[in-house]
Nanobody
Framework: QVQLVESGGGLVQAGGSLRLSCVVS????????MGWFRQAPGKEREFVSG????????VYADSVKGRYTISRDNAKNTVYLQMNSLKPDDTAVYYC?????????????????WGQGTQVTVSS
């Protein structure tokens, strides 16, 4: 059984920072790519960032490029999303996901397991 548990969300003022964490249970973590997605009220879920199995390749949505940084610690089965210069438009539920392939992708249908999500709210 693979489980993903996100944490680190909360309420922050515009311009502030948050760091999301996602801990993965199960032994598949180190062989799999990870992704972060988000879903705002009334909108479809969208890709935010992805990282390859060993961390040598990362990808970002244009909307967060330069502000967000994804990283992972395979020894801790954890993936992180450092979010800086937050904007009200970043308000959403953020989900981490695992993809049983070495490289990440932007298609949420290609991910195999999902966390329950953590709320990020950015006030203006």
């Amino acid at each position: 059984q693979v489980q993903l548990v996100e944490s680190g969300g909360g309420l922050v003022q515009a311009g502030g920072s948050l760091r999301l964490s996602c801990v993965v249970s199960g032994r598949i973590f180190s062989a799999c790519a990870m992704g972060w997605f988000r879903q705002a009220p009334g909108k479809e879920r969208e890709f935010v960032s992805g990282i390859s199995w060993n961390g040598d390749s990362t990808v970002y949505a244009d909307s967060v490029k330069g502000r967000y940084t994804i990283s992972r610690d395979n020894a801790k089965n954890t993936v992180y999303l450092q979010m800086n210069s937050l904007k009200p438009d970043d308000t959403a539920v953020y989900y981490c996901s695992i993809r049983r392939r070495p490289r990440s992708g932007q298609d949420d249908g290609s991910y195999d397991y999902w966390g329950q999500g953590t709320q990020v709210t950015v006030s203006s």
